[in-house]
């Protein structure tokens, strides 16, 4: 029998699942220190109509030590009513959430940090999306783990 899932990749809930009215995402890092690959879920609920940019940002401990912008040029999004995920480009480094019951995913290869500056940790920045009952929640899902073993190493603590 082989390995289950999370033996292999270690999940991190960034953002529990909820009205963000008037309310940015709060800053949640993790540490890419023991591993290979973050990829960011962030699925959205019911949407009121505002709209909240998207960003990365880096730094060298997961208290936000030295943060600075992740630059990154594409991310994927749901057609709405298949399974298919399509390629998107981030204008700018950044790309909004404005739309009900949507899936949208980014992938961060611990090679895009400024891994010669002493970054290794990564979050997502979600801005308030207004006066506007907007839901949504973050999943972060941590693969390439330097390090097997039956529970893999976390990735909140440096």
Known sequence: M???LVEQIKFIRAAEPKSYISAAMADKYVSLKNYDMLTIKISTGAWAGGTAAVTLTQ???VAGTGA??????????DL????????KAAVSNTFNLGTANKSFVIHVDAAMLDVSGGFDCVTLGI???GANADFYNVEYILS???YQQAVPPSAIVD
């Open 2 to 4: 082989g390995k289950h």
């Open 59 to 61: 730094a060298t401990a």
């Open 68 to 77: 600075k912008a992740l630059p990154f040029t594409d991310y994927w999004d």
């Open 80 to 87: 709405t009513t298949t399974d298919t995920l399509a390629k």
């Open 127 to 129: 801005a308030s999306p």
């Open 144 to 146: 390439g783990s330097r």
